[in-house]
């Protein structure tokens, strides 16, 4: 069974930064291994992708909204794939969600929420 265990959401003022965690856990599950990503929903809206970590190390899918402020990546040896968020602004006010995909299977975390103020 794998679980996807998001954290480091929070409150943050415009131009702030945060890191987002996705520690994945379950047997035969590595973060070197799936594709990973993140995505976010605000209320009334549609979920979107904001990064792509593919298992060779490449990160994608980055959309024009996040581009050049967001970075994911990995840390193998703790299993976690993060989501660096930087200059963020009020429309990046969503919940976070980590996703794993592995042979057919996609797999979801809880998610974590972001509120970007001022």
């Known amino acids: 069974q794998v679980r996807l265990m998001e954290s480091g959401g929070g409150w943050v003022q415009p131009g702030g930064s945060l890191r987002l965690s996705c520690a994945v856990s379950?047997?035969?599950?590595?973060?070197?291994?799936?594709?990973m990503s993140w995505y976010r929903q605000a209320p009334g809206q549609k979920r979107e992708l904001v990064a792509t970590?593919?298992?060779?190390?490449?990160?994608?899918n980055y959309p024009n909204s996040v581009k050049g402020r967001f970075t994911i990546s990995r840390d193998d040896a703790k299993n976690t794939v993060y989501l660096q968020m930087d200059a963020l602004k009020h429309e990046d006010t969503a919940q976070y969600l980590c996703n794993a995909i592995k042979d057919v299977f996609t797999y979801w975390g809880q998610g974590t929420q972001v509120t970007v103020f001022s």
């Open positions: 379950g047997p035969g599950f590595r973060v070197n291994n799936l594709t």
């Open positions: 970590l593919t298992p060779g190390g490449y990160d994608v």
